[in-house]
């Protein structure tokens, strides 16, 4: 051992790699197969946005107070109900297989998407929204499979660019809803959507190789079976909790400015014909940040410690919060914004790494799961906290509230990274 590290650090390959070449041989052609399956149930999933309220007048609604808020809870229903069962595919993943389930998230998700071009009332549309978050699941269970699939020296990497494919996807969905709808109408852009997830389910089910590790009882310190699942079966809970908290600031940070983008942006543009345009610059911006970073930044984690990047992405980010609350300008907060999402790339995969392999790998996918559950938790609350204090307190208060969050974060992982090093030395 070269320089002390903590025990989920992933410097240097398993010194089991060598005896066992066929480890993990199947591992590039999942994580490509994966990211596939992500980016398209990623579109399905975000590709509404921009004629979700069309689609609900023309289901019969006709009040303009009402259309949007049906449109808010159509758009919210899927990611309410899949941070509800995640932690539960997470566990069923753990018992039967991680492939099995990419094979159930996906066929779902074309049945639901295809169901939802169908909808007959805005009722109906709001129960499929529901249907498509607890059917659905795949990427976050991707992410599962490719953490252990993976060569642990290349888990960092290979999440990182699972998560620029996640990214991509969020990037990519407005943009396929803004240009279908006007060519094959709303209806048929649902169909086509369920019809490109259905190929992710063949490729899914023909082409991914789950290499499932004979199962052997665990067993405590007497030698007798040990039964604990779930958080019970997790030794060391701290660095856990750590992730959970992780996860759900970065989908806060990304999503507290939602509701007073385009407010904010018409305080720094003259010409009002220009204000949408920049807004979708400004929401755009970060999200191309991540695409660019997160498999470098999971890279580097593999190198240098995944805390490490960790508490960099974070203290980071919370610095370039602070010039976005006092821009004179669109291109200066789209620049920063950009800026922002580059830090904000490398938090996805080292979260998952860090959770990898912090708990038994029998309890992974449960664990992954309750941190997707966290980063949908993040994804609601953040325009919520986002709206009220932007309403009440200010603008300006938003970005500089995320900072103060962020750099809380930073400092809560640098303690529990320092309590995981000082552990894993006392335990030698």
């Known amino acids: 051992m070269t320089r002390p590290t903590t025990p989920i650090a992933l410097a240097t390959p398993s010194p089991n790699a060598a ?4 480890t993990h041989m199947h591992w590039q052609r999942n994580l490509a197969v994966c990211m596939f399956g992500s980016f398209t149930t990623i579109i399905a999933m975000t590709l509404l946005l921009p004629f979700l309220p069309l689609y609900v007048e ?25 941070a509800l069962v995640a932690p ?7 018992r039967y297989g991680r492939k099995p389930m990419l094979i159930r998230a996906s066929l779902g998700m074309a049945v639901a998407m295809a169901l939802i071009g169908l909808a007959a009332n805005v009722w109906q549309l709001v129960g499929l929204r529901l249907l498509a978050g607890l059917l659905g699941g795949y990427a976050s ?8 699939q993976t060569p642990k020296a290349r888990t960092g990497w290979a999440l990182g660019t699972m998560s620029s494919a996640i990214m991509a996807g ?7 809803g803004g240009v279908l709808p006007p060519l094959i109408g709303i209806r048929a852009t649902f169909f086509a959507a369920g019809a490109m997830i259905f190929v992710a389910f063949l490729a899914t089910a023909f082409l991914i190789r789950e290499d499932r590790k004979p199962k052997k009882a665990p067993t405590d310190k007497a030698g007798q079976q040990a039964s604990d699942t779930g958080w019970a079966a997790v030794p060391d809970k701290r660095p856990l909790v750590a992730m959970l908290f ?26 009002p014909n220009r204000v949408t345009m920049m807004a979708g610059l400004v929401m755009s911006a970060a999200a191309l940040g991540s695409i660019l970073s997160a498999s470098r930044l999971g890279k580097l984690a593999d190198h240098v410690g995944h805390w490490n990047v960790i508490v960099g992405c974070l203290a980071v980010s919370a610095l370039l919060l602070v010039p976005q609350a006092f821009v004179t300008s669109g291109w200066q907060l789209v620049v920063l914004r950009f800026l922002m999402g580059l830090s904000l790339g490398g938090l996805l995969p080292c979260i998952a790494s860090v959770i990898r392999h912090s708990v038994p790998e029998r309890v992974a ?3 992954l799961g309750y941190s997707t559950s966290a980063q949908y938790t993040g994804q609601v609350a953040g325009p919520l906290l986002g709206g009220f204090v932007g309403g009440h307190i200010g603008m300006r208060a938003v970005f500089l509230g995320t900072c103060v969050l962020m750099a809380a974060g930073a400092g809560w992982n640098w303690l529990a990274s320092r309590r995981q090093a000082s552990d894993g030395a006392a335990g030698r």
């Not at 969020?170 to 396929?176: C, D, I, S, T």
């Not at 990304?254 to 010409?271: G, H, K, R």
């Open 88 to 94: 539960l595919w997470g566990r069923l993943a753990d």
């Open 141 to 148: 269970g991707s992410m599962v499979l490719v953490a252990t």
């Open 246 to 271: 992780t996860g759900m600031l970065l989908m806060l940070a990304n999503m507290s400015i939602e509701p007073i983008i385009t407010v904010y942006v018409a305080t720094l543009v003259e010409d």
């Open 58 to 82: 023309q289901l019969g609604v006709k009040d303009h107070a009402a259309i949007v808020q049906w449109s808010g809870a159509a758009y919210g229903a899927t990611f309410l109900s899949a």
């Open 170 to 176: 969020n990037l990519v969905g407005p943009l396929v």
């Open 365 to 367: 996918g449960n664990m």
């Open 19 to 22: 005896a066992a070449p066929h």
